[in-house]
């Protein structure tokens, strides 16, 4: 997979040349590009924003570096019509479902805005090119979007084959099959007179099984009523 992030804080990203992301690229399973927008502008000040039309507070990035830092991207894709992900409040809201989707695909770009966001004229010369996604982490407001890729980008590499050694580590994990993941020991047995549940103890796989399933249900239950509904739904 090719993933390219274009931003005005490239230096943001250079902690996914570490853990798992890191060896991933070494390995050339993900092939990352960062593209620092201000490498587009050609004046002085190198300025990526100014003032919106119709007033307001803030300012707004201008759709010229975009235009230009997009447009050299799309030529260099693998493929006819890449993904582009742009982080916004105003995006429908990121998902586990959502992050299997983008680790299937070839070439996602994720382009983070600032300020009070991207020139509208941006989106929709990018979906005269390729697929077009707005996307928000949930509701509440970051100060632009390199935090919300970044989430991403952990989110759905991971999910890509190859990049988790043993990928049974990501079957029974919240949000897989609709449930939240059942509560986790190690040794020692006791701990600050805790004791691990004996039935973690027993040996019995089917009853260990059992038990951790009534615990995501429980869990879910009680900490996300909203999930355990979709998901009794479809039992
Ligand atoms: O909360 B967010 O996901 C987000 C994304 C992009 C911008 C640009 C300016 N503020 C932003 C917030």
Redesign the pocket.
């Known amino acids: 997979m090719r993933i390219d992030i274009v931003t005005i804080f490239p230096q943001f990203f250079d902690i996914l040349d570490l853990s798992l992301l890191g060896k991933a690229r070494a390995q050339g399973i993900i092939d990352l590009h960062v593209h620092d927008l201000r490498d587009a502008t050609h004046d002085r000040h190198r300025a990526v924003d100014d003032t919106p039309y119709g007033g307001g507070a803030g300012m707004v ?1 201008k759709p010229e570096p975009w235009g230009e830092t997009l447009d050299a991207i799309f030529e260099a894709s693998p493929v006819d019509s890449p993904l582009v992900v ?4 105003a ?1 429908t809201t990121f998902t586990q479902p959502y992050a299997h989707e983008l680790s299937r695909e070839s070439h996602i770009i994720f382009g ?7 020139d509208q004229r941006v989106f929709e010369y990018a979906a005269s090119r390729a697929r077009v996604q707005l ?3 949930g509701d ?6 390199e ?2 890729v970044m989430a991403m980008i952990e989110a759905f590499g991971r999910l890509i084959p190859g990049v988790v050694g043993n990928p049974e580590s990501l079957v029974e994990e919240s949000h897989e099959q609709g449930l939240l993941e059942y509560p986790s020991y190690t040794k020692p047995a006791v701990w600050r007179d805790r004791e691990v549940p004996s039935i973690l103890l027993s040996g019995h796989h089917a009853n260990i099984a059992a038990w951790r399933h009534e615990q995501q249900v429980e869990r879910t239950q009680r900490v996300r009523p909203d999930l355990y509904a979709a998901w009794a739904n479809e039992q």
């Open positions: 990035m742009f982080p916004s409040p995006g983070c805005g600032r300020y009070e966001g991207i996307v928000s982490l509440y407001v970051l100060n632009g979007g935090v919300a």
